[in-house]
């Protein structure tokens, strides 16, 4: 089974390598007997460098440097962040990280593959599911369509919509015309 997360992931990170990946996502936060809570965003990625939009601000990652915007404060943060930071901002490093760090299991039906990371030693997180799909019947290229996390009584699902690759360039450093500048480097 990990040789095909394996296959999975890097495929989708060798593509990002390549191309630029913009898709919408939803968030839905459940806790155990309470109304689910939804929020939506963006993220454009390639290679480690994202822009998400998510939650009243725009955090952007350069390779070095995570940019965070919020415009209620019109206030750009801009901090160099640890792996853990990057892998809580960005679900698909997230996804990678995990690799090593759990069993893997597999399960393929209809063109649609689910990975079911369980983490070997305890920690918060219970369960990480992350369905993928191909982009085309035969490839052997990945998308991530839904990563759901289970951690206690709290479910989290982050759901990807509109996913596209292209050969757009991006420019990943945040730019924010007369707001407070905090750098926190």
Do not use: W
């Amino acid at each position: 089974m990990k040789i095909l997360l394996l296959t999975v992931l890097q495929s989708l990170f060798a593509l990002l390598g390549e191309k630029t990946m913009n898709t919408d996502f939803t968030i839905t936060v459940q806790e155990h007997a309470t109304q689910p809570v939804t929020y939506t965003g963006t993220l454009t990625m390639h290679g480690e460098q994202f822009i998400l939009e998510a939650f009243g601000t725009t955090s952007s990652y350069d390779g070095t440097t995570l940019y965070t915007y919020n415009e209620d404060a019109n206030e750009l943060t801009l901090s160099n962040p640890t792996r853990d930071e990057l892998y809580q901002a960005n679900p698909l490093l997230f996804a990678q990280a995990m690799a090593d760090a759990c069993e893997v299991t597999e399960e393929t039906r209809q063109g649609v593959t689910t990975l079911t990371f369980v983490p070997k030693e305890r920690v918060a997180i219970d369960l990480i599911t992350m369905v993928v799909k191909r982009l085309a019947k035969g490839d052997k290229q990945y998308a991530p369509a839904m990563i759901t996390i289970k951690e206690g009584l709290r479910t989290t699902k982050v759901q990807f919509r509109n996913l596209g690759y292209s050969d757009e360039v991006v420019d990943f450093v945040q730019h924010a015309e007369g707001a407070y500048v905090n750098d926190v480097r």
